[in-house]
């Protein structure tokens, strides 16, 4: 009987499969979209909201390690899309793939030359006079150590799944211990490539989401019959192990951000600038999931208490790190948060 329940699973699982693959409209980042400034590999997207409600835009910070594309993953899929159909205009800054001529690249370089810049052009696009920045993952560690250096006006700052305080780090915790005590010597792997390819990316993370791979692997045998249950597997299966090249020399400082704990601890300098967390005053809304294997609760609320935004919360919501990206509609605590923080036209 179970043989038999298999074989069928297997048999469904092959149709939807060979139906959703010779779909032509099967493909991520449909959200109409414009570029509006590009330097090197980024380019600085602008998502032009069909029903505008609010002056201040979105300005959107994804992780250096995956593709921002899990922002826009599929109509119906999108965060880009629901914050349109929100009201909001959004502006997404992707990074791009950094090649071997980028081995230089600094995080100094990511935050000043990158986001920064990109910053100052989403206001002149927008001819707004404030913004919404919202970081997700390690886009949110860059969209914080901005924040606490940069002049542009910031009205509201959200954190998605965004590790602040690495002190009790469960990611990727088998070799994380043994670089801190020196027993790996990841200075000189990094100088060997100079960019840290996207296959020794994805090899070393996958020790991390092993667990949540095959769960999302037994969900698909689970659902095999349901169409539309493949299709969102397939997609999130692409963007998992879709990972990109690594600048070393980001790597190497982000190593010692992780090591020394330098964010919490305000030691982390910025061309010249110390990042004090307390110099961040903009409205402040940090969230975190239940299921996050990745980005625990403990690694994230430590920044409520560190800055100095007099309009500051912490929300707890259902899922798992990215799942939010992914459901299509944005968490009624977010939008009415983000609804009462945004001057209507």
């Given at each position: 009987?179970?043989?038999?329940?298999?074989?069928?699973?297997e048999?469904?699982?092959?149709?939807?499969?060979?139906?959703i693959m010779?779909?032509?409209?099967?493909r991520?980042?449909?959200?109409?979209?414009?570029?509006?400034?590009?330097?090197?590999?980024?380019?600085?997207?602008?998502?032009?909201?069909?029903?505008?409600?609010y002056?201040?835009?979105?300005f959107?910070?994804?992780?250096?390690?995956?593709?921002?594309?899990?922002?826009?993953?599929?109509?119906?899929?999108?965060?880009?899309?629901?914050?349109?159909?929100?009201?909001?205009?959004?502006?997404?800054?992707?990074?791009?793939?950094?090649?071997?001529?980028d081995?230089?690249?600094?995080?100094?370089d990511?935050?000043?030359?990158?986001?920064?810049?990109?910053?100052?052009?989403?206001?002149v696009?927008?001819?707004?006079?404030?913004?919404?920045?919202?970081?997700?993952?390690?886009?949110?560690?860059?969209?914080?150590?901005?924040?606490?250096?940069?002049?542009?006006p910031?009205?509201?700052?959200?954190?998605?799944?965004t590790?602040?305080?690495?002190?009790?780090?469960?990611?990727?915790?088998?070799?994380?211990?043994?670089?801190?005590?020196?027993?790996?010597?990841?200075?000189?792997?990094?100088?060997?490539?100079?960019?840290i390819?996207?296959?020794?990316?994805y090899?070393?993370?996958?020790?991390a989401?092993?667990?949540?791979?095959?769960?999302?692997?037994?969900?698909?045998?689970?659902?095999?019959d349901?169409?539309?249950?493949?299709?969102?597997?397939?997609?999130?299966?692409?963007?998992?192990k879709?990972?990109i090249?690594?600048?070393?020399?980001?790597?190497?400082?982000?190593?010692?951000?992780?090591?020394?704990?330098?964010?919490?601890?305000?030691?982390?300098?910025?061309?010249g600038?110390k990042?004090?967390l307390?110099?961040?005053?903009?409205?402040?809304l940090?969230?975190?999931?239940?299921g996050?294997?990745i980005?625990?609760?403990?690694?994230?609320?430590?920044?409520?208490?560190?800055?100095?935004?007099?309009?500051?919360?912490?929300?707890?919501?259902?899922?798992?790190?990215?799942?939010?990206?992914?459901?299509?509609?944005?968490?009624?605590e977010?939008?009415?948060?983000?609804?009462e923080?945004?001057?209507?036209?």
């Open positions: 009987m179970l043989n038999n329940q298999s074989q069928l699973g048999g469904n699982l092959r149709e939807n499969l060979s139906n010779n779909d032509p409209n099967f991520v980042g449909q959200t109409k979209k414009e570029i509006v400034w590009k330097r090197n590999k980024a380019t600085l997207y602008y998502y032009p909201s069909k029903s505008k409600k002056k201040i835009p979105l959107l910070i994804y992780s250096l390690i995956n593709e921002s594309y899990i922002l826009d993953l599929y109509p119906g899929m999108s965060m880009i899309e629901a914050f349109g159909q929100e009201g909001y205009d959004v502006y997404l800054l992707d990074f791009g793939k950094p090649g071997y001529e081995h230089d690249l600094t995080l100094d990511y935050i000043i030359k990158y986001i920064q810049t990109a910053v100052k052009k989403t206001l696009h927008s001819e707004a006079t404030e913004l919404t920045i919202i970081g997700y993952c390690l886009g949110g560690t860059l969209a914080t150590i901005y924040t606490a250096i940069c002049d542009e910031v009205k509201n700052l959200i954190l998605f799944a590790p602040i305080d690495f002190e009790r780090s469960p990611f990727l915790q088998t070799w994380s211990f043994a670089v801190k005590r020196g027993d790996i010597d990841i200075d000189s792997v990094i100088d060997a490539y100079g960019v390819p996207a296959k020794l990316v090899l070393a993370l996958k020790m989401i092993a667990p949540i791979t095959f769960t999302s692997y037994m969900s698909l045998m689970e659902r095999a349901d169409e539309e249950s493949v299709r969102k597997w397939l997609l999130f299966n692409k963007w998992v879709g990972h090249p690594f600048a070393g020399a980001t790597l190497k400082q982000l190593i010692n951000v992780f090591k020394e704990n330098q964010l919490i601890k305000d030691q982390l300098i910025i061309k600038n990042v004090k307390a110099c961040i005053e903009s409205n402040l940090v969230l975190s999931t239940t996050d294997q980005v625990p609760e403990h690694l994230t609320t430590p920044i409520v208490e560190k800055v100095s935004s007099a309009d500051k919360q912490f929300k707890r919501l259902k899922g798992g790190h990215v799942t939010i990206a992914m459901r299509g509609e944005i968490p009624i977010m939008v009415n948060w983000l609804s923080r945004s001057d209507l036209i």
